[in-house]
């Protein structure tokens, strides 16, 4: 009752850990088997090694976490030659996070990435905010977007999901520019910019100033954005913000995701990804519901359903 | 094996201002061995604050699956730990991070321990595991003041101990270094747990020894798998060790002193 | 050591209760002395009465809360005939809330209620979410609030301070808009978009489907933008979002904000405003000022101080 | 005048299928005087949840200054309350609303007391002043089932009781207008709290008596500042009234009950 099969991924059910949460997955392995996953979106990869910024890189805000790693990752070969290898001993979909400075950077890391063996998919990141290039300035301009989804679209050789930034405006128009660009899918939201600032010293408590906010406090913007996007685009939606238990996986899926990430609560429960899975069952009977798929949309009355969905 | 559990409260008491000492009762104390690992907290029961807190082992007493944390009340996280109850249950991952190294080569050597203020507690089940295979610890504990120290007894119990306080309070007034001064203390190996300007002090006078640092830096996970901790390392711009896993406890040299 | 003076408002301290969450000041005046207060921003007037949205309006999240009340007022007559004379037996500026569904209809309230004689200041409101006209739509178009707050400037007999969205990808880029078409000041923030899905029913819990997310919650973005914002402009900023206590209000100082309005605090606890004017002095030494205009802007090491900081 | 106190929780026990009798102790339970107010009532220490949680006073004894709320666990706010304890302290906000109407017009006169599930709480104290003023109240309680049920010895000793229960079994199987009709209960006026279907049928059918209603609605302020509570009024499109300060007891007809 929980298996969802979306552009280039046969998920075995809709809970994933969510890009740069989980990191390669290799502490995560010794606490748990990972094949009980529906995938994992492993950590950015740059082409270059990336040290990332200075820390504190994070700070506790009420209801939530800013982090501003800044993309640090072994870059792409370290990537290719040590990390995926150790991944491939599961049978999990493995979605590829992708960024860097310039169209180039993601092309080259889509290229090669995307043949590596378990590599189902990528996810472009075009929203992070702790990196001065590239990253969110992708992610804001809907032409920019497009441009690069298609570069990338052209050197992938599996789906590409595009993954939003909240900061903008009109989250629907960037949605719209990227499924045109030919993008697969959609992994929404990235994290809100903020900032802490420390009582005795007035400055910012991150050393990169400010940061993406993540956990529960995002949850509600989070939802509104994939309910308004998924009635503008008809590409399956990754939903992710603030989930922590198995209800917040349910309203991710009323909202119109077809499937869900899990991010900080990682770092509270290094368990919750395991947990929650072990808890969807009982809780879609408990709502009536003997398959996830009927949960998918259902807080849009009169939406049709997209044709995946009816699959 | 790192593991999660709701562990007992055994007991909880202040032991000097603002200073308290947590046993906690369960399966997870099998885990520990090393001294100088850590635990993370969870001190509420919704998510705010949202992230745990990582706190010492101070003493692992295996025979009835009890550990102890000692653990300093400053901010809103340890503030709530404060007002948990013996009977209740605190929500525990652990052991983690790589503590101390201890092995039979120690065996009558002169090992000084020092720590400062909240760097202490791992200090007191590394002595008494040194103290089990033959080695000779010494202690050199700093704190703020007489009101703010703690097991000063535990540790004379273990081996010859001295202290400095920045008000002159308690020992020496001044720093550890002070103090390792004033008394000429001699001694095989270093291990210290601190703040980091003390660490640093350390790394820089005692060149010639064989010296261990326990770090402190701002954690996310806790584990390993958030890259929230993490530290330079000399001569790659790239390269970095996690406090968390790759440390907390580090060979003086192996990390830059800085974050 | 709490005085401020900002164009129209001579704050006996830097603490407001924020508009929409304080009605009219009539509860709140039957449980503590108003004269207390720096100011009030009353509640939003259109020019006619309004209900508002159906109930309910609103919904609890995570360290925060969603209001979809829609602007339910008296109308400009009932403010300006019931309300505003009520306030006038206390000692405090009043700043009264504008909005309306097009730039006539705020005109007419602009022009009128900047007439009332305990009117200081005017509050554009071109932030509100939770209506189907204006309210948003001028908060997140640069073009729009600009020719909306000069056509308001030329009709107010009061300062014109303008109310940002933070629904936006470049908050700076409207402040800097409306500084230019003749704004006193800004204030900021308005609430964040969200929603929330209801379990049962899969529905979202507010009858408007989205509303404005307040409270904690969102404090780290409220502060990061009044960071950026007051690095772009050189008018005053009134900060809010999120405050919660004095250690918030110093937090709020430190990004650049030179006064703070407190919100949703007031639902939790309607004492709040004056326990923190009255915690304000103690923290204030606590930290190392003897004035609250030393705190301004702290967090921007090298940032030159805008000229009516200095005075 | 409305006030907040910390007060103390004097006592705290499940009385019911998750239902629970909290009695509180405080300089409050002066300012109370009428049956239908409500308190608002802060679950936890921290802003999670955020908002406070409305709960009608069930009974007031101003000798001992302690007042009753009798409530039921439902969601994560009530959880949270339902594990305070005796000698702990709740914030609490209040009196907050209008009351039902009482005075000395009432004397002799039948009024009977109808409530459904959580709605029967503040007719306890309602009942107890309608009989201290030498009112004849009668009361129509309605629980889902026998297990949900509360407080019948207590309204028994007041006057005469009737019961429904969803499923039969206590009293006649179905709502309150069932039990009403079953009883032949004669009455010159109807006071009422439930769930809004229950008062719809209720003011639909009671048209010619004086008949009260109390209303429940989402809240957030509790005291009339933040419009989150109101109910449309009959023939005015902009017209209304809060829940919260103009309520939550109205006169059938004076507002829309669809909200
Ligand atoms: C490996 C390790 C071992 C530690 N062992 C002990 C111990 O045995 N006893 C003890 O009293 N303290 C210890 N600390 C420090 C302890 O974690 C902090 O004092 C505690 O997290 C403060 O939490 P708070 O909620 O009271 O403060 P807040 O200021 O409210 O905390 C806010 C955030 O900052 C983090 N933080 C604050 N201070 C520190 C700090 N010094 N180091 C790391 N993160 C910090 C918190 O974890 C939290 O995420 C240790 C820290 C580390 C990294
Ligand atoms: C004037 C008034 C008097 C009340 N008196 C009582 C009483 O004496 N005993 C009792 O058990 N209950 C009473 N209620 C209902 C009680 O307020 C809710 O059951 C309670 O708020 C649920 O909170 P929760 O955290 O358990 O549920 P959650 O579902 O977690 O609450 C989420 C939000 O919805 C609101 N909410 C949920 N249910 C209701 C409801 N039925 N009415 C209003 N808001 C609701 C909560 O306040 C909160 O903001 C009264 C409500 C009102 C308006
Ligand atoms: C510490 C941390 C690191 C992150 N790194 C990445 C990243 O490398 N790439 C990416 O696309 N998103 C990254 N994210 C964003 C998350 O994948 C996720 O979109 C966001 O945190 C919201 O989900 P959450 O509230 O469940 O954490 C990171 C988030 C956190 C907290
Ligand atoms: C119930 C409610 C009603 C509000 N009504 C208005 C309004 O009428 N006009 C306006 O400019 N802002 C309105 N706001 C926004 C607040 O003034 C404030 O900008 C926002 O809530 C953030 O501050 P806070 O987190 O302290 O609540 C309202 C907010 C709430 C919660
Ligand atoms: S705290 Fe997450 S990697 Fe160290
Ligand atoms: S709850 Fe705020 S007006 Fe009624």
Redesign the interface.
Known sequence: MLNITLPGLTLKNPVMPAS????FG???S??YDLNKLGAIMIKAATP?????NE?????????????A?GL?NP?LSGVIQTELPRLESFDVPIIANVAGSSIEDYMEVAERISQAPNVAALELNISCPNVKTGGIAFG?DPKMAADLTEAVKRVSSVPVYVKLSP????ISEIAIAVEQAGADGLTMINT??????D??T???VLAN??GG?S???????A??MI?EVSRAVSIPIIGMG?I?SA?DV??FL??GASAVAVG?A??????ICSEIIDELPEMLSK?GFSHVRE?IG??H?DAPKPDYHRA | ??G?EDMQIVSHKEIAKDIFELVLQGELTRQMTKPGQFVHV?VSET??????RPISIARISREDRTFTIIYRKSGEGTALLSSKKPGEKADI?GPLGNGFPIDSSLKGKKVLLTGGGIGVPPLYELSRQLKAIGAVPVHVLGFENIEASFYKEEFARLGDTYFSTTDGSLGVKGFVTDAISYHEIEFDSLYACGPTPMLKALETRYTEREVYLSLE????????????????IPND????KKVC?DGPVFRAGEVVLS?
Chains 1, 3 share one sequence.
């Open positions: 740069g949460c989980f990191g290799k502490e995560f010794n606490l270059e090694a990336r040290f990332g820390t504190p890189r994070v700070a506790e805000t009420p209801g939530g976490m800013l982090n790693i640090q870059g804001t900061n903008v405006t009109s809100l910019l903020g900032m802490r600032l009582l005795k007035g400055r910012p100033k400010t906010l956990g529960p406090a995002i949850k509600p913007v939802i509104r309910h603030g922590q209800e349910l309203e009323y909202a900080t990682n770092f509270v429960n290094p368990f709502y949960c259902r807080s009355e | 094996m790192i999660k969870k998510f705010v604050p949202l992230l745990r991952i830096e701002r954690m996310g996970c806790g584990i390993g798998a958030c890259f929230a901790c993490v530290c330079h711009p790239a390269g970095y896993s974050c």
